[in-house]
Structure formats: structure tokens, C-alpha cells
């Protein structure tokens, strides 16, 4: 059975780091490309971050490119999410999913169930 | 960016009722459009992807349609079950999500 679990979520300050673990059984990691995917309390579903299956390409949203960093480390079959330079308005649930990339079958077809992230002033 | 705009923001109606959601994209994303499902404190599910494939398991009272920009998704009889918050999401482009319809009793 496919399954995500993330990790490391917590209360940080502005400015400081946390990094997010997603642990996945069920599933081989070399065979899927992986998102973050993030919701601030009361608001609709943001996109973050892409690695494909190989750890070779990366995308980010412009709201956090250049702060947060994704990877994955197939050994530990987790997926990783290095996040500096906190601010206040990245305080979210963060999901872990599964990509299904384009084409017969669901974009994001398995979540996690989240890891909440709360950043103070 | 691809941006996505769905509305309503919420939408009240009652067991039976036929549902219509609509999301527009701020360019063309072709028919790459999925619709999911959340309730309170869960993690979002797939209903639809590609525009109009319905997933497996899902009640076929679910349904999808549109291309290019404008799309919706349609419950043809709202159950119980129904109420929740809809969320759509294009991946022509990386990836961007609509801002969410809330579904609620009237």
C-alpha cells in the first residue's frame, strides 16, 4: 500500500530553517518524480517545489526559489525539503504527493497527510 | 505564472442539488486540469484529471469539463458525503492550484 509520511514540521522564528522529511513505502522513489505542496490555515492548495525521479531537475514557486532547496535520497526512500530564511506568511501545512506527471493518470495521485510549519515574528 | 481562478469562493446548497464549479486559467493549459476533494484536516483526493477522466472509485455523479482556459466541475446530485471544499489545479505549466470552492449546507 502506498503511503507518505512527513516530518520535521514545527515553530520557528522568521529567518530561521527547518527541514521537512517524507518517508514513502509502498512505492519505489526512483520511479517518481516528487512535489511539496503547501496550505496556509484557512486558504486553497500552493504548489512549492518538483524533483523528477533521477534528483536532476528542480522547480520552485517564486515565492520561495532561492530559500527552500528539494531532494531526495532513494537509499532512505525519502524526500527532503530544506527551508532558510523563514518568513511568516510560509506558516502552512506542508503535503508531501506523489506525481503523476502528464498524461493517463492523476497529476498528484497520493498525499501525505502533512507536516504543519509555523513561523513567528 | 499560470494563474487559476475558481468561483465561487463558497457555494450553498442542499442534498440533491445539482453543482457547478468553474475554474479559468490565465492562459491556455490545454485539457492538463485536475479537480480534488478536501475536507477539514484531511489531505486533498483526486476526483478528475485531464479535464474529464474520472479516478477510479470515484461516483460517477462527478464530472469534468472545458478546455484552453475555462473549465467546471459538475456534481449532478450533491450527497451527503459531497460537502467539502474543491480545489483545481493545472499542470501544463509546473503546477498551480485554484483558490478553492467550499461547498456547504444551505
Known amino acids: 500500500e502506498v503511503e507518505l509520511v512527513e516530518s520535521g514540521g514545527g515553530l520557528v522564528q522568521s529567518g530561521g530553517s527547518l527541514r521537512l522529511s517524507c518517508a514513502v513505502f509502498g512505492f519505489s522513489l526512483s520511479n517518481y518524480d516528487m512535489d511539496w505542496v503547501r496550505q496556509a490555515p484557512g486558504k486553497g492548495l500552493e504548489w512549492v517545489s518538483y524533483i523528477d525521479s533521477g534528483g536532476t531537475t528542480t522547480h520552485y514557486a517564486d515565492s520561495v526559489r532561492g530559500r527552500f532547496t528539494i531532494s531526495r535520497d532513494q537509499a532512505k526512500k525519502s524526500l527532503f525539503l530544506q527551508m532558510n530564511s523563514l518568513r511568516v506568511e510560509d506558516t502552512a501545512i506542508y503535503y508531501c504527493?506523489?506525481?503523476?506527471?502528464?498524461?493517463?493518470?492523476?497529476?498528484?495521485?497520493?498525499w501525505g497527510p502533512g507536516t504543519m510549519v509555523i513561523v513567528s515574528s | 505564472d499560470i494563474q487559476m481562478t475558481q468561483s465561487p469562493s463558497t457555494l450553498s446548497a442542499s442534498v440533491g442539488d445539482r453543482v457547478t464549479i468553474t475554474c479559468r486559467a490565465s492562459q491556455s493549459i490545454s485539457n492538463w486540469l485536475a479537480w480534488y476533494q478536501q475536507k477539514p484536516g484531511k489531505a486533498p483526493k483526486i476526483l478528475i484529471y485531464?479535464?474529464?477522466y474520472l479516478q477510479s472509485g470515484v461516483p460517477s455523479r462527478f464530472s469534468g469539463s472545458g478546455s484552453g482556459t475555462e473549465f467546471t466541475l459538475t456534481i449532478s446530485s450533491l450527497q451527503p458525503d459531497d460537502f467539502a471544499t474543491y480545489h483545481c489545479?493545472?499542470?501544463?505549466?509546473?503546477?498551480?492550484f485554484g483558490q478553492g470552492t467550499k461547498v456547504e449546507i444551505k
Open positions: 504527493a506523489r506525481d503523476g506527471g502528464r498524461g493517463e493518470k492523476p497529476p498528484i495521485d497520493y
Open positions: 489545479h493545472q499542470y501544463n505549466t509546473y503546477s498551480s
Open positions: 485531464k479535464t474529464s
